[in-house]
């Protein structure tokens, strides 16, 4: 019933922007916040961006000044704008959503890699 669907993503060059999309839709108890975050291989998902508000931004020191998490309330929708990628940056980025009861809600994962 609650469904989160991730968009864009891919292959860019060092110094390249991406912009990723995530619509959340369906049966859910309302919005808490919404994030991005980010698996490596051989590594941990991480918190990437994150608003847990309208009005409230987080992110990791390592994107900070470089991507811009924003929200489309209409549309149940965020976005990651991502610039000045670098080769660090690769990785599967994962949608998150957190309805008004704690419950989280992942999207599919969309692979983004960075070459030099």
């Known amino acids: 019933q609650v469904q989160v669907v991730q968009s864009g993503g891919g292959l860019v060059q060092a110094g390249g922007s991406l912009r990723l999309s995530c619509v959340a839709s369906?049966?859910?108890?309302?919005?808490?916040?919404m994030g991005w975050y980010r698996q490596a291989p051989g590594k941990q998902r991480e918190l990437v961006a994150g608003?847990?508000?309208?009005?409230?931004?987080t992110y990791a020191d390592s994107v900070k000044g470089r991507f811009t998490i924003s929200r489309d309330n209409a549309k149940n929708t965020v976005y990651l704008q991502m610039n000045s990628l670098k080769p660090e940056d690769t990785s599967v980025y994962f949608c998150?959503?957190?309805?008004?009861?704690?419950?989280?809600?992942w999207g599919q994962g969309t692979q983004v890699t960075v070459s030099s």
């Open positions: 998150k959503v957190v309805d008004g009861l704690g419950t989280d809600y």
């Open positions: 369906g049966s859910i108890f309302g919005i808490r916040g």
């Open positions: 608003m847990p508000s309208t009005s409230t931004t």
